[in-house]
């Protein structure tokens, strides 16, 4: 019997998809992106489990870590909204500035941080199963502190993107 005539599962070797998964995947899905989130993953753990702490709530570990991973995805998306928001309606009105910090990149702080709130709201009342006072102080104290802050940061001594050498990227 050979190979084309056996069934579809009895056949080895490597299938198409196989072999351009990996490849394809990474003009998709920057490395960046995944260590952002990665980190962004870490501290949207620990400040749950701090402000949860804090109120003496006690959780089960593993709808802490569904929450984190929720927010995380959802702070990703609100991060991404801010920026939206500011390229489209804000960044075409301001004069060009030698400012070490453009005070209207506030605006990608205060959508995101509007955004993560509400996305930490809904999240506490279904997940976590919280009070109103409680969901509404831990959507207060995520949205405070994973807000994308770091936007605001002088960047004119932090190396070009992408470094000498790495314009082949995708990214």
Not at 72 to 99: N, Q
Request: aromatic share 10%; hydrophobic share 55%.
């Amino acid at each position: 019997m050979t190979a084309a005539q056996k069934p579809a599962r009895a056949r080895r070797g490597v299938v198409l998809h196989d072999v351009f998964f990996p490849i394809w995947i990474q003009y998709l899905v920057p490395l960046n992106l995944v260590r952002i989130a990665g980190v962004n993953y870490l501290v949207n753990a620990l400040v749950v489990r701090l402000t949860l702490g804090i109120l003496s709530v006690e959780h089960h570990i593993r709808s802490l870590l569904k929450y984190a991973g929720l927010a995380t995805l959802l702070g990703l998306a609100a991060d991404f909204a801010g920026l939206l928001v500011y390229d489209w309606l804000v960044r075409p009105h301001v004069p060009v500035s030698k400012a070490p910090v453009n005070w209207y990149l506030l605006t990608i702080v205060g959508v995101a941080a509007v955004l993560i709130f509400f996305a930490n709201l809904l999240l506490a009342r279904r997940l976590l199963s919280l009070t109103r006072r409680q969901s509404l102080l831990l959507a207060l104290v995520m949205a405070v502190f994973t807000a994308p802050w770091l936007v605001l940061l002088d960047q004119t001594h932090l190396p070009k993107y992408p470094p000498p050498g790495m314009g082949w990227l995708p990214w």
